[in-house]
């Protein structure tokens, strides 16, 4: 199972960034996928998720309207568009995959919205 961010960076604040996640060694059309962030310090936060089937979306009310999530089952992968960033959007953004009582996570990838 493996599960690889990428597209972090840094920007400035109002600006935008698309991450990329992708999924192997699992059926991935199967499994509710989501975006975490962790900053130092602090616990690891939902972001955003995407369901299984149907692919309706929840965000996290700090990024309502800002953030877009999808996922493209042909391609085993997810994205988190990110728009209208913010000094705090900083963290480590964290991909997972869920279903039932299995969860698999990403390594990682790096946002720093900084001037």
């Known amino acids: 199972v493996q599960l690889v961010e990428s597209g972090g960076g840094l920007v400035q604040p109002g600006g935008s960034l698309r991450l990329s996640c992708a999924a192997s060694?699992?059926?991935?059309?199967?499994?509710?996928m989501s975006w975490y962030r962790q900053v130092p310090g602090k616990e690891r936060e939902l972001v955003a998720q995407?369901?299984?089937?149907?692919?309706?979306?929840n965000y996290a009310d700090s990024v309502k309207g800002r953030f877009t999530m999808s996922r493209d089952n042909a391609k085993n992968m997810v994205f988190l568009q990110m728009n209208s960033l913010k000094p705090e959007d900083t963290a480590v953004y964290y991909c997972?995959?869920?279903?039932?009582?299995?969860?698999?996570w990403g390594q990682g990838t790096q946002v720093t919205v900084s001037s």
């Open positions: 997972n995959a869920r279903r039932l009582s299995l969860g698999y």
């Open positions: 995407i369901m299984s089937v149907g692919g309706s979306t």
């Open positions: 060694g699992f059926t991935f059309s199967r499994y509710h």
